[in-house]
């Protein structure tokens, strides 16, 4: 079946403008997760939703950084004012969450440069 | 959750099989291992999991010790395209609560032509 898809998959933004990610999970997937990537480095948890409610956004670097999901399936990061450290691949997973299928799947990015 | 240990890199013969260890000394009864890989500029991908039984899938199968303190991965007949960085981890599975992935260094192994 389809798996997560993520748009766009590049965005080059200027310093101060608001950019808008999505997501599209795997059917049926209650979970969903924002994670970020810079060059070389480990995954850094942005925000996770169970259904439409986030109940952690601890991850979240600063008040400029949103995300909502909306029908228990599409998601959308929002940066408002971007600063050049927010340049980076986001990716977004889905997971079951139920029994025992917790595994996560990947969308494949989307890659954000602020110049 | 459990630390886990990896050799930093491998190599393996293409066409060969790849066993990938792990150490999970400190995992508790209720914690699943868990194998990701991240082949370069690529997001991760999600293996294979399990608890105490053996397990096996289309990508590769895993293998868990008796007393669960040590796992290993095998992929049955690597490709160039195995090229990866693999990563072990172990989690709970707790319902309703974020269980957000937090990779270590993982094994970088390289399949040889």
């Known amino acids: 079946g389809a798996g997560v898809s993520q748009s766009p998959s590049n965005k080059v933004t200027e310093k101060g403008k608001d950019v808008e990610l999505r997501c599209d999970p795997i059917?049926?997937?209650?979970?969903l997760y924002w994670y970020r990537q810079s060059l070389g480095q480990g995954l850094e948890f942005l925000i996770y939703?169970?259904?439409?409610?986030?109940?952690?956004k601890s991850g979240l670097p600063s008040d400029r950084f949103s995300a909502e999901r909306t029908g228990g399936s599409v998601s959308t990061l929002t940066i408002q004012r971007t600063q050049q450290e927010d340049s980076a691949v986001y990716l977004c997973?889905?997971?079951?969450?139920?029994?025992?299928?917790?595994?996560?799947?990947f969308g494949p990015g989307t890659r954000l440069t602020v110049t | 959750d459990a630390k886990t240990t990896q050799p930093p890199s491998m190599d393996c013969a293409e066409g060969r099989a790849a066993n990938l260890p792990c150490n999970h000394s400190?995992?508790?009864?209720?914690?699943?291992v868990y194998w990701y890989r991240q082949i370069h500029s690529q997001g991760p991908q999600y293996i294979i999991h399990?608890?105490?039984n053996n397990e096996t899938n289309e990508m590769a199968s895993l293998i868990i010790t008796e007393d669960r303190k040590s796992s290993t991965l095998i992929l049955p007949h690597a490709t160039l395209r195995d090229t990866a960085v693999y990563y072990c981890?172990?989690?709970?599975?707790?319902?309703?609560?974020?269980?957000?992935?937090?990779f270590g260094s993982g094994t970088q192994l390289t399949v040889l032509p």
């Open positions: 997973a889905s997971s079951p969450q139920v029994g025992v299928s917790y595994e996560q799947y």
């Open positions: 059917s049926g997937h209650t979970a």
């Open positions: 939703f169970q259904g439409n409610s986030a109940p952690d």
């Open positions: 400190t995992i508790s009864g209720n914690e699943y």
């Open positions: 399990g608890l105490k």
């Open positions: 981890i172990v989690s709970s599975h707790s319902s309703g609560s974020a269980r957000q992935l937090t």
